[in-house]
Nanobody, 120 residues
């Protein structure tokens, strides 16, 4: 079993920055690839970015590439989503996910999500 807890959401102005954190726990969480997803009101959940626990393999969706980055701190079992130059269309609930088969294949565990609101 893997438990995921997100933090760091909130309100931010257009063009601003925010960093989300996802802390993992459980016996096997390091076996999973970690990723960030988001779901805006009335829309499907979409992939944002992913990273492995060694931190040497990251990939971001085209919609956020160049603005968002993923990182990991193994000392505290936490993955981060650094978001810069935020736009109103980035407003969504952001979820952390853990996947054994691949983040674009299926997510085995989800966090509860954290809301990010971007407005002027």
């Amino acid at each position: 079993q893997v438990q995921l807890e997100e933090s760091g959401g909130g309100w931010v102005q257009v063009g601003g920055s925010l960093r989300l954190a996802c802390t993992a726990s459980g016996r096997t969480f390091r076996s999973y690839a970690m990723g960030w997803f988001r779901q805006a009101p009335g829309k499907e959940r979409q992939f944002v970015g992913g990273i492995n626990w060694s931190g040497d393999n990251t990939y971001m969706s085209d919609s956020v590439k160049g603005r968002f980055t993923c990182s990991v701190d193994n000392r505290i079992n936490t993955v981060y989503l650094e978001m810069n130059n935020l736009k109103p269309e980035d407003t969504a609930v952001y979820y952390c996910g853990a996947s054994m088969e691949g983040l674009l294949v299926g997510v085995d565990y989800w966090g509860k999500g954290t809301l990010v609101t971007v407005s002027s």
